[in-house]
Structure formats: C-alpha cells, structure tokens
C-alpha cells in the first residue's frame, strides 16, 4: 500500500481544509490586529503538510499541560523560574521550540 498524501491524511482526519484551519486558529496567536475569521483565512492558505504538523505540535503541547505548563519546565530546568520576565519571554516562542526545549 502506498503512503497517503497529506491532502488525503486532512481529509480523512478532518473533513476539510477550514475545518483544520479553524481548530488550529482556536489554539495559534493570530497576528496583532487580526480578527479570527482573518486568521482562519490566513491560515486555510498554509500547505496540508504543514498545517497537519502544527496540529501535531499542538497535540504534544496540549498533553503536556499547554504553553504556560511548558514555560514553567523549561523556567524551572534553568533555575530562572522566578523571573518573570524570562517566563514572558518563553511564552512567545513557537510550540516546537517550546516542545523541543521542555525535554531538555
């Protein structure tokens, strides 16, 4: 059997392009000034590959308690959990950085 397509993977998992566009915009920062139905359009233009990825990482941060779950870990790892400025800081970096970070 041939491996399937990242068109064919979205589809059986999700329906449709926006469907998977809109669950990933409920969990992804929207640009400043965007509006939700925007980032949903933004995000509908994306590749299949791609957007099936973030809703992996999304998965792998949600199972491990979410954004602020993995800031505290990797705050706490470095022994900088009591400034509050670096955990801000952490909290804006994409999830696989977060992800690949948090196991360190």
Do not use: C
Not at 23 to 35: I, Y
Not at 41 to 60: C, D, F, M, P, Q
Not at 69 to 89: M, W
Request: charged residues 30%.
């Amino acid at each position: 059997m041939s491996k399937k397509s990242p068109l064919q993977i979205l589809k059986a998992k999700f329906g449709s392009k926006k469907e998977l566009a809109t669950k990933l915009a409920a969990v992804l920062e929207a640009d400043e000034g965007e509006s939700k139905d925007e980032h949903i359009e933004r995000l509908s233009h994306v590749s299949n590959a791609k957007l099936l990825h973030l809703h992996a990482l999304s998965e792998k941060v949600a199972a491990a308690g979410g954004r602020e779950a993995l800031t505290k870990k990797i705050a706490d790892a470095q022994n900088k959990s009591k400034d509050e400025d670096y955990i801000a800081s952490l909290s804006k970096h994409s999830f696989g950085w977060l992800i690949d970070n948090a196991g360190k």
